[in-house]
């Protein structure tokens, strides 16, 4: 995976999270927590969604390129670059059957959260699988395979990562555009 890195302070809102113990707390293995606006809005238009399980080399990579605080399902940032912090989630929707019988695969999705004034903004991010998600910070450099060169990203960006494939999808015009920034 082609990631470079430029830490910089994150972008809070609330109260401040306290960490228990000295050593990063890495966060693969626990359920993250959402604000309840998000929660309402992922019960209204994803009814029975829960976080996917996250295999071992999703959660090495979220350790690897994430803050010792990152979710392999939830990641924060400014997408929309209005200074306001952002939620992205990772989901899945359970199988089920219908009342004929016919059966519904197992889908997931990356939905992201607008900060508003008043609450959140949803905004369906993709459909397609990913293992986990991972903040590509406003300014970093990244490779896009499909253009064959280097760039930037212009505000804080959603990589949805599944092993050694992944995508970036930055937020431009109103909408998420996909971009291929691993193999």
Not at 33 to 48: C, E, Q
Not at 53 to 82: L, M, P, R, T
Not at 120 to 125: A, D, E, L, N, R
């Amino acid at each position: 995976m082609h990631v470079h890195r430029n830490p910089r302070p994150s972008t809070t809102f609330g109260p401040a999270e306290v960490s228990s113990a000295s050593e990063p707390a890495y966060r693969c293995d626990e359920t993250p927590d959402l604000p309840l606006p998000i929660k309402v809005l992922l019960n209204r238009y994803y009814p029975g969604w829960s976080f996917p399980d996250v295999s071992e080399d999703d959660c090495y990579s979220v350790k690897q390129s994430g803050d010792h605080q990152a979710y392999a399902q939830v990641i924060k940032g400014d997408f929309d670059d209005d200074g306001r912090l952002d939620y992205a989630v990772l989901i899945q929707q359970g199988a089920e059957a219908d009342d004929k019988g016919a059966v519904k695969p197992l889908i997931v999705h990356t939905v992201a959260f607008f900060r508003k004034p008043n609450g959140y903004k949803m905004h369906p991010v993709t459909s397609e699988a990913a293992g986990c998600l991972m903040l590509m910070r406003k300014g970093e450099t990244d490779y896009d395979y499909e253009a064959q060169r280097e760039f930037t990203y212009p505000r804080d960006t959603i990589m949805g990562g599944m092993g050694m494939g992944g995508m970036s999808y930055l937020y431009e015009y109103g909408k998420f555009r996909a971009i291929i920034t691993s193999d």
